[in-house]
């Protein structure tokens, strides 16, 4: 079955540093997703993507966050200035079709920021 | 602020037992719902989905929806314990999907 793949699945960043998560999204599949779920929390929705451009992002979603799709396979989440409270299970997801389909999550990208 | 309420438990369920999970929503022009299934440490995993009102069965899970009370629940017939984990009830917001905090379930052998 296919399945999205991200890369690292583990990253320990000192805070002020950049950090970029990737994705390898289902391939065929037209949306893509970023969520995080900090420690004990539930998942938080980030931002999507559709057509090489955001269709939507949350409040979480600041100037210090920024994906891209650089190629026709990659998916990935860069932020800029790690702070410690960017410490998060980062969850990439990705999406056949708009709206009612289902998302289907990566195994998640740990980062810790120290 | 649209919230998907869900109790955190532990529900605890003996073995071959029934388990019920339920999820409440704020907003009500949600038109799909979704099911998913997060152990320790790992990522959600697509349990079910269901869009209309009623009943829809997949194997050992039900899922129920009612649009009119904003409720939605999950049914797991004869209960494993490898079905120990937290069911994540999710709410699709535009693009987004907006999750409860999930409901620990226990199964116990």
């Known amino acids: 079955e296919p399945e999205v793949t991200q890369t690292p699945s583990h990253q320990v960043t000192q805070m002020g540093q950049e950090v970029i998560l990737r994705c390898v999204p289902i391939?065929?599949?037209?949306?893509f997703y970023w969520y995080r779920q900090i420690l004990g929390q539930k998942v938080e929705f980030l931002v999507s993507f559709y057509n090489n451009e955001i269709s939507e992002k949350s409040e979480i979603f600041d100037d210090q966050f920024s994906v891209e799709r650089p190629d026709g396979s990659n998916f990935t989440l860069k932020i800029r200035s790690t702070k410690l409270e960017d410490s998060a299970m980062y969850f990439c997801a990705s999406q056949g079709g708009q709206g009612d389909q289902p998302q289907h999550f990566g195994d998640g990208t740990r980062l810790s920021i120290l | 602020q649209k919230e998907v309420e869900q109790n955190s438990g532990p529900l605890s369920v003996p073995e071959g037992a029934i388990a019920s999970l339920n999820c409440t929503y704020s907003d009500r022009g949600s038109q799909s719902f979704f099911w998913y299934r997060q152990y320790s440490g790992k990522s959600p995993e697509l349990i079910m989905f269901?869009?209309?009102?009623g009943d829809k069965e997949d194997g050992r899970f039900t899922a129920q929806l009612n649009k009119a009370s904003q409720y939605v629940s999950l049914l797991i017939r004869d209960s494993q314990p490898s079905d120990s984990a937290t069911y994540l009830c999710a709410v699709n917001s535009g693009y987004a999907l907006n999750f409860g905090k999930g409901t620990s379930l226990l199964v116990t052998p």
């Open positions: 391939s065929n599949h037209l949306y």
């Open positions: 269901i869009y209309s009102n």
